[in-house]
């Protein structure tokens, strides 16, 4: 039995390291870093689309909002003796054809009459103004006319004022403000001319709705830069207008610094009454149609006929084509090859002639 105890007591002491201290094995804790990545979702920036731009149909230029108004038309005489016009430069479009006899007028459109404190000088209007109105919804303000002039404009279902009359028989300011005479021209019958502020009061005074319109087709495309493809260079453009016997030359001078032809007829540079500057367009066309003489001598065309013509931008010029699908359609534009045509971000100037016109053009001499 002693044995036994003394065995276990000497295995004892083994075990607790012979009265010693306890030794601990050291213990080494792995210190394990959980990495988390913050998961982002891929953010998808919303796309803006760009804000649609709108252009003036009448002439190009980019504007805020599309265009919803009305188009106004004046009458302006175009002989010798109602020289200078006055603010022919502000016109969108110029039309110039004969109209009756040996008698050559404009009719000059308008998108924003408003604009424009004076214009003329003002006659009378024709059958051959009253088809052109026609085709772009214009309100038409004229000098008066005779009785079949007058009744044919009725007939296109034109609105059209009489600015000389109105402005004669009342006091009443929206009336009187819509014309004025010139005392001092030295042509009493060329001294009315319109006053566009006042023309639009009236229209407005008389239930007419000039805003808000819906959005119109008046066939016209414009581009920055009109000038025709493979065009021939046309820095002076003779332009013939003709009806039977009846002709006139209105010449077109190219200005490159201006990018604009300027306006010549009767041996004269055409400038304007008040400014003095000289009367000039982007684009230059030339519309041969079949013209008739009805009553009266007053000459009418066959627009829905088509037909060809020129046009010219930027110093050149090519053959065209145009066409028109109906009495209240606008007129529009092609090559030669049937491809809808750019016109030249601007004015326009269109001479209206007889299939016996015609037009010829020059380059500019080289310079020495």
Not at 201 to 217: F, H, K, N, T
Not at 230 to 245: M, P, T, V
């Amino acid at each position: 039995m002693k044995k036994i105890i003394a065995l276990l007591l000497a295995l004892s002491l083994v075990l607790c390291g012979c009265g010693g201290a306890p030794v601990e094995e050291p213990t080494t804790e792995a210190t394990t870093e959980v990495t988390t990545e913050a998961t982002t979702e891929p953010t998808t920036e919303p796309t803006t689309e760009p804000p649609p731009v709108y252009t003036n149909p009448l002439n190009g230029e980019i504007s805020n909002e599309p265009y919803t108004g009305r188009v106004f038309a004046t009458t302006i005489s175009n002989v010798r003796e109602a020289l200078p016009h006055v603010n022919m430069n502000k016109a969108d479009i110029i039309f110039e054809s004969f109209v009756n006899g040996t008698v050559v007028r404009c009719l000059a459109l308008f998108s924003d009459i408003s604009k424009v404190d004076a214009i003329g000088s003002i006659r009378s209007t024709r059958p051959m103004f009253n088809d052109l109105c026609e085709h772009y919804d214009a309100l038409l303000s004229h000098a008066g006319g005779t009785g079949v002039a007058l009744r044919n404009a009725d007939e296109h279902g034109i609105i059209h004022y009489n600015v000389d009359s109105l402005m004669r028989k009342t006091m009443d300011p929206l009336r009187a403000g819509t014309a004025y005479r010139d005392k001092e021209y030295k042509y009493g019958e060329h001294n009315l001319f319109a006053i566009g502020p006042g023309v639009q009061a009236y229209a407005e005074s008389e239930g007419v709705q000039i805003s808000g319109l819906p959005e119109r087709d008046y066939g016209l495309i414009f581009t920055e830069d009109g000038t025709p493809a493979n065009g021939e260079a046309a820095d002076s453009i003779n332009i013939r207008i003709q009806y039977n016997k009846s002709g006139k030359n209105t010449i077109m001078e190219y200005d490159p610094e201006t990018d604009r032809y300027v306006f010549w007829q009767y041996e004269q540079m055409m400038v304007d009454q008040f400014t003095g500057e000289p009367e000039t367009f982007r684009n230059v066309v030339t519309m041969f149609v079949p013209m008739t003489t009805m009553t009266y001598g007053y000459h009418v065309a066959d627009f829905l006929a088509g037909g060809t013509g020129y046009y010219a931008c930027g110093g050149k010029i090519i053959p065209i084509i145009w066409t028109c699908d109906g009495d209240d359609q606008p007129f529009r534009f092609f090559t030669e090859d049937g491809e809808p045509l750019a016109f030249g971000a601007g004015n326009t100037y269109i001479a209206i002639s007889s299939e016996k016109g015609h037009v010829t053009w020059q380059a500019a001499e080289p310079a020495v």
